[in-house]
């Protein structure tokens, strides 16, 4: 049976730490459905006793942390609510 994308992508989690741009590239998947999967993923992690575990974004102009944003959202921000900028890193994830 072939392995569908949720299990790849919990593979992945496992065995290092990936960001969510790097993700959706690899899995070819728009970022909503990238976030459902990491969601998925993050539920059948629990349920073995690991967890997801999120890097959060950060804002490269000002340092910002968004913090809680995971609680809410898996997708970078479009900017800065702090200094407005757009050059914002993307969350990395991984299991453990
Ligand atoms: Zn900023």
Do not use: N, Y
């Not at 999120?54 to 968004?66: I, M, N, T, Y």
Request: glycine share 8%.
């Amino acid at each position: 049976m072939p392995e569908t994308v949720r299990q790849r992508l919990a593979r992945w989690l496992t065995r290092g730490e990936h960001d969510f741009d790097d993700l959706r590239v690899a899995f070819e998947l728009s970022a909503r459905d990238l976030e459902d999967a990491l969601r998925h993923v993050e539920r059948s992690a629990r349920g073995k006793g690991m967890r997801l575990r999120v890097k959060g974004p950060e804002c490269r102009d000002c340092g910002f942390g968004f913090p809680g944003r995971e609680r809410r959202h898996l997708h970078p921000p479009s900017h800065c609510p702090k200094c407005k900028g757009e050059r914002i890193t993307s969350a990395r994830f991984r299991i453990a």
